[in-house]
């Protein structure tokens, strides 16, 4: 099999507040295979992944930037 794999991804950031931003992604992934992974015994499928990055920005919370 080739080194060649497959995804797109679509995400957004979206600000809740000045200190806190959220990333929500959806990835479809094909062609996939083990080649970055060698000691992995499992057969890699194709398919969706989909999740939510939070990140909080705690100087900001904190009040140590200069804005």
Known sequence: MGHTQYALKLDANIAVA????L???VVRTWNTNTW???TCTATP???FVAGIVAAMFFDEMLGL???
């Open 18 to 21: 000045r200190s806190i931003v």
């Open 23 to 25: 990333n929500p992604y």
């Open 36 to 38: 970055g992974s060698p």
């Open 45 to 47: 499928k194709k398919g």
């Open 65 to 67: 930037t200069d804005r």
